[in-house]
């Protein structure tokens, strides 16, 4: 099992392991259209044995507590049902195959913290993608996360803070981007976002999706879009896999500085700010204010509350969960 092995072993084995090239077919447009446009990349990582049934159930056998989220989504007709749980007594194995029966979705979080042989990945991903887009400045403060999610399973209309990229590596699944500004995204939902991390607090109109990109995501294909991009998603009828990584380039940096300022005044001071600009004497003030704040306990107040945990996964019936407080579902 993986726990035997030293972690010191571990960063040794990931670091002499032969690395297959990940990404495929580069072409010239990608460079040129990489955070300002949706692009679809091939890559490899479908046919690493870290991301096959095997080693990913590994993986969850050994992993941490507080980095993962399991979620149950109820009933099909439980729109937007979503509750927290726990694993329980399975195994990863165990565990897969009750994503793969049920309406659920885990999400294995900073993966390249919890375990070296990702986190060698991950620099090769970022290795890969820097020789061919010059101006990210190295990929700051990147991490890597693995979602196994449900048949049929969706993520509804979100955005997300950092720059973001989806690598598909089991399973199929459709993805529709929007465009990252008014009225698909205003810049009070980046406020919101920043100041209470809801990410899926954002008004969506079926209209919408006349608008949006559309891709269908299957395994060796990446999909990268430009920073806050909305976007939802809806697997098909089978188990999915999926790695997402994000950095935070200079762009999101200054936005969220930005986002937690004007936040601050939109939602707590009850004053309307009018400028998105993150250049100037005013960034420069909302800068001081936000660091300013950061030393209080106001912003820790605005983090959103962590959800109870309420279920646990059924050992003896694949894709059901028991309630913890003594019901069955
Ligand atoms: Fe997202």
Redesign the pocket.
Known sequence: MQQTIAPADRAKEARSAPSQRILEHWTPDLTALWGKHPIKVSHTLHQSPLFSMEGLAALIDAYPREFYMLVHMGGQNDKKLWREGEIGSLSGKDVIQAIAQGRLWLNLRQTNDVDPRYAGVLDQMFEEIGIRVKDQSGFPTRSFGILISSPGAQ?YY?C?LPN?SLWQVAGRKRVYVYPNKAPFLRGEDLERIAIYEVEVDIPFDGWYDDYALVYDLEPGQMLHWPLNSP?RVVNYDCLNVSITTEYWAHEALMGHRLNLANGAMRYRMGYAPQSRAVSGAGFFAKGLMVRGLSRTKWFAKSKKVHKPIEFKLDAGRPGHVVELTGRSA
């Open positions: 993520v979100h997300d973001q976007h």
